[in-house]
């Protein structure tokens, strides 16, 4: 059960993340436990394979190719830049179309007449719909 | 500084990142052009205070973990060799004093280690590049990452628990 516990807490206290009471109870283990000194011994191989995998050169042209690359991505980016301001057309902005909408809601109440929940068109006889737009109260 | 004196002072240190996180050439070489042009377009987010290689170094991992989200990710063995090139895994023989038999044991582990790498997510493998090859604490990785310290402790503790249950038979005994 201590080598579960232990085995755990190995790559923490490899990363020398563990509290100083967590690194003592694996010390103490490990001094104790073959297996678990072997498996550590494992972990550092693994980590110091990881460390040690090489890169490969670049390609010769690497530079070259990378510098070009970005003179031609700058490039095409002034030219559709100036596409995009030659054949620009207006685009209606949010508020814009925010505002129409907003009128248009506005103006259907006065255009559909009585009827619309916003002018308080009810059945009740005390209704400003009453008979036909008959004056309230008569 | 302009973009020529740039690449020449940046871009061998970003290639090496590059292929760590790709896995292999062509992918190395797309990604750091991505991450020049990304720098360039966004030249007025840097801070010339700071230091213009540790930018660079956020915005190559920013946008290797971008150009993969959402997308079903190529799963590509890393570190292998293309036609023509050489394996820079085979080509890690080993030093001066070690027996065949060693030599070989070790070429399998780092054969295994980088197919291994490969099978990762790319947000483990990020993890694993920063802490495990480049030697970086987690505070520092969170930074490059844009991630809090937490996630990036349980990421890599993912990406290790994946590594170790794929490298056990090549290290013959449990990791």
Partial sequence: ?138 | MDINALIEAFSEKAYVAAYRLTGNRADACDLVQETFLRVIKKAELYDSSSDFGGWLHRVLFRVYLNGRRGSARRREVPLEAREGESSPVSALAAGPGESPEKIVENNELRERLAAALGALPPDLRACVVLVDMEGRDYEQAAGILGWPVGTVSGRLFRARRILRGLLEPAVGERI
């Avoid at chain 1, 516990?5 to 694996?26: C, I, K, M, P, S």
């Avoid at chain 1, 619309?116 to 004056?135: E, F, K, W």
Wanted: hydrophobic share 45%; proline share 6%.
């Fill in chain 1, 1 to 138: 059960m201590i080598c579960t516990l232990v085995e755990n807490l190995l790559d923490l206290y490899l990363d020398g993340r563990l509290v100083a009471f967590q690194a003592r109870l694996v010390e103490r283990h490990l001094a104790a436990c073959p297996d678990c000194a072997t498996r550590l011994a494992s972990l550092k191989k693994v980590r110091q394979e990881l460390r040690d995998l090489l890169t490969p050169e670049p390609p010769v042209d690497f530079k070259a190719g990378l510098k070009a690359a970005l003179l031609e991505a700058g490039e095409r980016r002034e030219v559709s830049d100036e596409d995009a301001y030659e054949g620009a057309e207006p685009v209606p902005s949010f508020t814009l179309a925010f505002s129409l909408v907003a009128f248009l809601l506005f103006a259907s109440g006065s255009i559909l007449g009585p009827g619309l929940p916003s002018q308080s068109c009810t059945d009740s006889l005390n209704s400003v719909c009453a008979g036909n737009g008959a004056v309230k109260g008569e």
